[in-house]
């Protein structure tokens, strides 16, 4: 007689499958969750889904990425793409929020299909207030900046991803360790004790467990994603604090124009 597949045995054989997409594993991981009666597996699980944007819940560590802050535009009749931005290009309100490190706050199938659709070409993530910055960066000066972005490889999107698989992996091995031989589904008790050794940095740095309270204020919010040479969507670490000085700077800005024609 053929012992029935549990569970734990389908999500195993999934996360070290690298061929497989991890979003349809994390579905797995919520229902494992629910399987459990373990809140906190389903709430990270489902978090990794959906992602992080919009939400007050920490970005975690594992999910910054290091690239270049760019920009797009004219200077007289030069054309420029993809030039580096210094912090002195910044409008001072911006420069604690912008650099070139950013917070990928997307959910997994977001950032799968990134990866899928780049081709091997360079993924442009901006800031949901980039066309603001711009404008004011444009202002006073003989460069006109169209676009600001972060000028993302493949590669950084795919160690995000390489990062979540790893967590998925150490959570099934620690599952393994807790049960007994041939228990078929972990007990409550037991996915509690394995979350316990599973941990997560949050984005302000403070070390957590998957089994803690995540309802942690954070200012990084959504974003727009776009595929060098192709259409543009977004991504934001965003800072609710540009919005008073980027509207007061471009209603001046709009004020001046007007007065200049």
């Keep these: 007689m053929r012992l029935r597949r549990s569970r734990l045995d389908r999500l195993e054989d999934d996360v070290l499958n690298e061929s497989r997409p991890l979003a349809p594993i994390l579905r797995q991981v919520i229902a494992l969750g629910g399987h459990a009666h373990s809140e906190a597996l389903r709430t ?16 975690p560590d594992y999910r910054r990425i290091s690239a270049p802050l760019v920009m797009d535009g004219f200077a007289g009749m030069y054309q420029f793409r993809e030039q580096p931005v210094s912090m002195f290009d910044l409008p001072d309100f911006a420069r604690d929020d912008l650099g070139n490190e950013l ?7 977001q950032i799968e299909s990134l990866v899928a659709t780049s081709a091997g070409q360079t993924v442009q993530l901006g800031d949901v207030m980039a066309a603001d910055l711009a404008v004011l960066m444009s202002q006073n000066s003989q460069r006109q900046v169209l676009r600001l972005y972060w000028a993302v490889h493949p590669a950084a999107l795919e160690g995000v991803l390489d990062q979540v698989r790893t967590r998925l992996v150490q959570l099934v091995g620690e599952l393994r360790a807790t049960m007994s031989h041939g228990q078929q589904d972990p007990t409550p008790s037991q996915v509690a004790q394995a979350l316990q050794n599973i941990n997560i940095v949050t984005g302000d740095n403070s ?27 977004t991504l934001t670490p965003g800072a609710m604090v540009w919005l008073v000085p980027v509207a007061l700077l471009a209603v001046a800005a709009t004020a001046a124009w007007v007065m200049w024609l």
């Design 207 to 233: 070390s957590v467990t998957v089994t803690a309270p995540v309802a942690v204020a954070h200012d990084h919010g959504s974003a727009r994603a776009g595929i060098t040479g192709g259409t543009q969507q």
């Design 103 to 109: 917070r990928l706050g997307k959910g997994v199938g």
């Design 44 to 59: 990270w699980a489902l978090r990794e889904l959906q992602g992080y944007e919009g939400t007050d819940v920490p970005i």
